[in-house]
């Protein structure tokens, strides 16, 4: 009869904790991209941002292609990129349910980001590919 306690806790235990971190695993933001092609060969990317919980004050952008130019950021951000990694950071947060519109000045349209979203001080969520 003790073995059987013993398992039911450990699976009541197993559940509570699956229970407790289904929120921890929700993408903490939403991207939707747009492209537009320009003159040359090269090509705008519009990205909107929306928060899925409070408290987004960075994010890393990776192209593993290297094709960014430049990046372009709303007011209250700055957005730094090497042609493969770009790093946003902000004062003021996007809260919950807010958008933000980012541009990407690229040699590709079909390029695919992999987005890595952080808090005040650490990582929300896993890294993304859109």
Not at 8 to 17: E, F, Q, T, Y
Not at 85 to 112: C, D, H, N, W
Request: hydrophobic share 45%; glycine share 12%; proline share 5%.
């Amino acid at each position: 009869m003790l073995n059987g306690n013993r398992i039911g806790c450990v699976l009541l235990a197993s559940a509570l904790i699956l229970i407790l971190s289904v929120p921890t695993l929700a993408a903490p933001a939403t991207v939707k991209k747009s492209v537009q092609a320009l003159d040359g060969g090269n090509y705008l990317i519009k990205l909107v941002v929306t928060a899925s919980k409070d408290g987004i004050y960075g994010f890393e952008i990776k192209d593993p292609n290297g094709s960014i130019v430049d990046v372009f950021a709303p007011k209250g951000w700055c957005i730094l990129s090497d042609g493969e990694i770009g790093f946003a950071r902000t004062g003021m947060p996007i809260t919950a349910g807010k958008s933000l519109e980012f541009v990407i000045y690229t040699t590709s349209g079909e390029a695919q980001f992999v987005w890595t979203f952080f808090g005040a001080m650490e990582q929300i969520g896993k890294p993304e590919v859109l």
